[in-house]
C-alpha cells in the first residue's frame, strides 16, 4: 500500500447528502461525493490486512484493498479493471448497497471507522465512464443461444457474464423498461435511472439483445436456445390479511414505488389510478429498506404527515451485542428518508383497518412484547391488549416478500437472484447471476 499507516492520521470522512430542504423538492439522488483528493484520502485509509475481511463478507469477493491502493496512487484505470473482474455493476453497488464490507472492515470493528469502500467503489466506477475507460468490447461466439428470463440485477448479471463467454444472450423482459428491480422498485433518488440506461447501451452494444413487455410464462419457455436463466425475482409481496383489508387507500409498497417511477419516465396515470400521498397522513407498516422508500417517497410527494411501525423491537444504536461479528450488525438504521421526516414507532401489531365511505381512514394496532424463547430459537410475541388508532389516509404495505416457488425444470434451466434464494440484496442478486452464467457455461460446454 502507498500508506499503510493513513488510517492513524486520516479520519473516515463521508460525503453525506444534499440538505433536506433542497432534496425532498424533487427525485435527484440524495447522496454527493468527495472531491478526487479526498476521495483518494479515503482509500488510503485502507491498511491492506493481512486477512482482509472485506474479501469474505462480500457476496461478490470484491477486493478492496488491491482497488482502493490503484485508487490512491492515481491509478484508477487499474482500480475499475480490479473491480470489474468481481463486479459486473459498481455503478449500482456503489450507490444502494448496505456494505457488507465496511461491516468487517477491521477498522469497523476495531475503531468503528470503516474505509468507506461502497463511495470508493461508486467514485471508481464513475470515473472509469467519465474517461472512456468502459467502452464496448465485441467478443467471439460460440454458436449457442441462451435466454434470460428477467432484466433485474440478477438477469443483467447473467446476461453480461454469458456474452463475455461467446453466447449469443436475449433477455426477456415483462414489463415496458428494462431493468427489474433497479428500474421499478428503488427510487430515483438512491438510483437514477440515467444510471441504468447507460449500462444497458454498453450491453446493447456487446451486442445483447434486450425484449420489453415479453411475458414469458416459465412453463414454456420461447424455443431456439440452448439453455435458460430464470431471473424472475419475487414479485409477490407479503400481505395483511386483517379486517378491512378491502378499503380504498391500502397499497402494497412496490405499487406506489413503481407508479412514481413510472411518472418520472414520463406515463400518466388516471386521477382514480394515481397512488399519491400528497395532503394525507401516510402509514408504513414495515420497518425495512422498502418501508424507508415510501418515507422518502411519502414526503416527497408532500404527504401532511408520516409515520411507520414496525412489529419488532427497536434494534439498540451504534452496537449490539447480541449480533457480534461476524453476525450482520443489528442495530438501528437511519436512512437519508428517516431524517426527512417521520415518526417512528416498533412492537406494534396492526389487528383492524377502519374506513369511511369505503376508504381507509386508520389503523388499530396493538402493543406487544418479545418473550424469549425457553429452548433459545425465535422469541416470542406477547400481545398486551394495549390499543390505540392510528390515523391513516394512505397505507403502504412493506412487509417483505414470499419465496417464489417454481415448478420442476429441465435440466438446461437455471434459476438466480430473488428467484432462487427469495428476497436478497442487490449484491447478492449479481453474485447469483454471475454462478448461473458460470453453471450454464460448464452445463453446455460438458455438452
Known amino acids: 500500500m502507498g500508506n499503510p499507516k493513513a488510517f492513524l492520521s486520516v479520519p473516515r470522512q463521508e460525503a453525506g447528502y444534499r440538505p433536506v430542504h433542497e432534496r425532498i423538492a424533487d427525485f435527484s439522488e440524495v447522496e454527493q461525493t468527495l472531491n478526487t483528493s479526498d476521495r483518494k484520502l479515503q482509500a488510503s485509509r485502507c491498511m491492506d490486512c493481512g486477512v482482509p475481511f472485506c474479501h469474505w463478507a462480500c457476496p461478490l469477493g470484491n477486493r478492496p484493498p488491491e482497488f482502493q491502493d490503484a485508487m490512491y496512487k492515481g491509478k484508477w484505470e487499474t482500480a475499475y479493471k480490479i473491480l470489474s473482474r468481481t463486479n459486473d455493476f459498481p ?37 472509469a465512464f467519465r474517461e472512456g475507460y468502459i467502452r464496448p468490447r465485441r467478443y467471439e461466439r460460440n454458436g449457442k443461444k441462451v435466454a ?52 444497458i447501451a454498453v450491453m446493447e452494444a456487446e451486442g445483447i439483445v434486450f425484449k420489453v413487455n415479453a ?27 386483517i379486517p ?16 412514481q417511477n413510472r411518472v418520472l419516465a414520463g406515463q400518466t396515470f388516471a386521477k382514480e389510478e394515481r397512488i399519491t400521498a400528497k395532503g ?9 429498506d422498502t418501508g424507508s422508500d415510501c418515507i422518502g ?59 369511511k365511505n369505503g376508504r381507509v381512514c386508520g389503523v388499530e394496532v396493538e402493543e406487544v412484547e418479545w418473550i424469549p424463547s425457553p429452548d433459545g430459537g425465535r422469541p416470542v410475541m406477547k400481545p398486551t391488549g394495549k390499543k ?12 417483505g416478500f414470499l419465496k417464489p416457488r417454481h415448478p420442476e425444470f429441465p435440466e438446461n434451466v437455471f ?25 450454464i457455461d460448464a452445463y453446455l460446454s460438458a455438452k
Open 91 to 127: 455503478e449500482f453497488t456503489g450507490r444502494i448497497c448496505p456494505a457488507l464490507c465496511e461491516k468487517s472492515c477491521v477498522l469497523k470493528l476495531t475503531m468503528d471507522a470503516p474505509v468507506t469502500i461502497r463511495e470508493d467503489e461508486a467514485a471508481v466506477v464513475e470515473a
Open 415 to 439: 434459476v438466480a437472484g430473488d428467484a432462487a434464494t427469495g428476497a436478497s440484496l442487490v449484491v447478492r442478486c449479481i453474485a447469483g447471476g454471475r454462478q448461473a452464467a458460470a453453471d
Open 297 to 355: 417517497t411519502s414526503n416527497r410527494q408532500q404527504a401532511l404527515s408520516v409515520t411507520q411501525i414496525e412489529i419488532m423491537p427497536k434494534p439498540p444504536m451504534g452496537c449490539n451485542p447480541a449480533t457480534p461479528w461476524p453476525q450482520w450488525p443489528l442495530v438501528l438504521k437511519t436512512s437519508s428518508s428517516h431524517e426527512e421526516g417521520c415518526e417512528r414507532r416498533w412492537c406494534l401489531s396492526s389487528t383492524r383497518f377502519i374506513g
Open 280 to 288: 394525507k397522513h401516510v402509514l408504513v407498516i414495515g420497518g425495512g
Open 148 to 199: 434470460v428470463i428477467g432484466s433485474g440485477p440478477a438477469g443483467l448479471a447473467a446476461a453480461n457474464q454469458l456474452n463475455r463467454r461467446g453466447y449469443e444472450v436475449t433477455v426477456f423482459e415483462k414489463l415496458e423498461y428494462v431493468g427489474g428491480l433497479l428500474r421499478f422498485g428503488i427510487p430515483n433518488f438512491k438510483l437514477s435511472k440515467s444510471v441504468i440506461d447507460r449500462r
Open 388 to 399: 390505540e388508532i392510528l390515523k391513516a389516509d394512505l397505507v403502504l404495505l412493506a412487509m
Open 215 to 241: 411475458d414469458i410464462d416459465v412453463t414454456r419457455l420461447p424455443e431456439g436456445f440452448s439453455a435458460y436463466c430464470i431471473c424472475t425475482g419475487t414479485p409477490q409481496a407479503r400481505d395483511l390479511d
Open 244 to 259: 378491512g383489508r378491502e378499503l380504498k387507500g391500502i397499497h402494497f409498497a412496490m405499487e406506489m414505488l413503481a407508479q
